[in-house]
C-alpha cells in the first residue's frame, strides 16, 4: 500500500465488522508471508525502540496469569534442550565416564562466566552457529563442581595478582 487512503475507502473499512476485518487480514497474511512477518518485525522493533514498559509488560502478562504453565514450557524446554545437547556432544562424563543420565550436565570447556541464561538458550545459541560445540562437553555433577572449584581459584588468584600489580605500579 503506497499513499493514504482515500477516506472513503477507510469509512467503509472501518463499518465492517471485526470478524470480517479478521478474516480478511489473516487471508491477507496467509497470501503474503513474507511482508506480514516484516510489518509485524517492524512494528515491534519501533514498540520497542519507543515504548519499552509495553514490551515488558506484554512479555510478562502471560506468566502472571498463569505461571505453572510457563514454568512447565520452560522445563519441557530446557529438557528437551539438554536431550539434544548429550545427543550432540555423547551421552557419557568427559573426565571419569559416568553415563548416568540424571547426573550429567553440560560445561563449557573454556569458561564464560554467567552470561548464558541456562540450557535451552545454549542450545538455541549452539543451533544459531552463536555458541560452538568444540567449547562445549558433558561432565558428571561432581567433576563439574570439581572444576568450576579450580576455575574459581584460579581466577581469584589471577584477579589478587593484578590487584597487586596495580598497587605496586600506583605506588611506583
Known amino acids: 500500500m503506497s499513499g493514504a487512503w482515500d ?11 471485526r470478524a470480517d476485518r479478521t478474516r480478511r487480514d489473516r487471508a491477507w497474511r496467509r497470501a503474503n508471508p513474507d511482508k506480514a ?3 509485524g518485525r517492524a512494528y515491534r522493533e519501533k514498540l520497542a525502540r519507543e515504548r519499552p514498559a509495553i514490551v515488558v509488560a506484554r512479555r510478562h502478562r502471560g506468566y502472571w496469569n498463569n505461571p505453572r504453565v510457563h514454568r512447565e514450557k520452560a522445563r519441557r524446554s530446557a529438557d528437551l534442550a539438554r536431550t539434544k545437547l548429550l545427543e550432540l556432544l555423547g551421552p557419557w562424563c ?17 569458561p564464560v562466566g554467567n ?10 545459541r549452539v543451533r544459531r552457529g552463536v555458541e560452538t560445540p568444540h567449547n562445549l562437553h ?3 555433577a561432581n567433576d563439574h563442581a570439581r572444576k568450576t572449584r579450580v ?3 584460579l581466577w581469584r588468584v589471577s584477579e589478587a595478582k593484578a590487584r597487586i600489580h596495580t598497587e605496586e605500579e600506583a605506588a611506583a
Open 7 to 17: 477516506p472513503r475507502k477507510r469509512a467503509a473499512w472501518m463499518q465492517r465488522t
Open 37 to 39: 512477518r516484516a510489518i
Open 94 to 110: 568427559g573426565f571419569c565416564g559416568e553415563a548416568d543420565d540424571a547426573v550429567l550436565q553440560v560445561d563449557h570447556r573454556i
Open 115 to 124: 552470561r548464558h541464561g541456562g540450557v535451552a538458550s545454549l542450545w538455541q
Open 138 to 140: 558433558v561432565l558428571c
Open 151 to 153: 576455575e574459581s581459584t
